[in-house]
């Protein structure tokens, strides 16, 4: 009898649950802490080493819910950029010879596709993961050497793969304007984490190579994957539609 008694209860539970379908449209965009991460790199110390790059993104989203648990697909534009500096002396007589800052400004279109759950009082947590498709890739680096400063920028598309998948957690909560009032604002933490290998360049500006194409071993001695890491505030504009 208590086994019925539960079954019935759950079974009540479930249909409730799932009866109450909602839609959310949103607005987002978002300003993040973006990095490009190598072991190659990150082995240099000083005469390569990582600074803070920022990005953003900017998109559209769309949200169907079950009662709290939904499902969420996303279009969106993003920046991001890796950034290093580095300080290069000549070893023999230990003078410096080059103080640089570069940048690897990454143009792409991310699509995500989230499982999401939500509470009654709007806040959320979502993961799931993202396909990454990178449209350009712009090196610039700038330093000063004993004779003068120095510019120079290059495309560098080339060296980076068409497309990648990330792993993406996020956290939040959606605030109606108003009860019942179908328009809210959107305020969240959301972080990146890619898998695979984005290949690229280094700080310097060199190939970073690939599985089948190693880097010149005057460089490295092999190839490492390039991960692309970002963490950041995400805000914006949504309308629900029960």
Known sequence: MKTLLFIIALSCGISTTFSQFAIDVQAKGSANSTWLLNKNIS???ASQDY???????????ANVYAGIIGLGIEFNYAIHNGAYEGIITEPILNSTIDTYNSNINL????????LKFQSQGGSYIEFGPQLTNISSATYTRT???PIGTYEDEK?????????????????????PLGEDFPIGVLIGIRLQYSFGDLMGVDGYGYSLGSEENPPSSF???SHQPTQAVSAGIVIGATYTIK
Do not use: C, H, N, R
């Not at 600074?51 to 989203?61: F, I, P």
């Not at 143009?107 to 989230?114: A, E, V, W």
């Open 143 to 145: 330093g000063t050497t």
């Open 43 to 45: 082995d240099l110390g």
């Open 219 to 221: 460089l490295y001695d």
């Open 51 to 61: 600074a803070m790059g920022w990005g953003s993104t900017y998109g559209v989203a």
């Open 107 to 114: 143009k792409t279109l991310q699509i995500p596709l989230l």
């Open 155 to 175: 495309d560098v598309s080339e060296e980076y793969s068409g497309s990648y998948l990330s792993g993406v957690l996020g956290f939040g909560a959606k605030i």
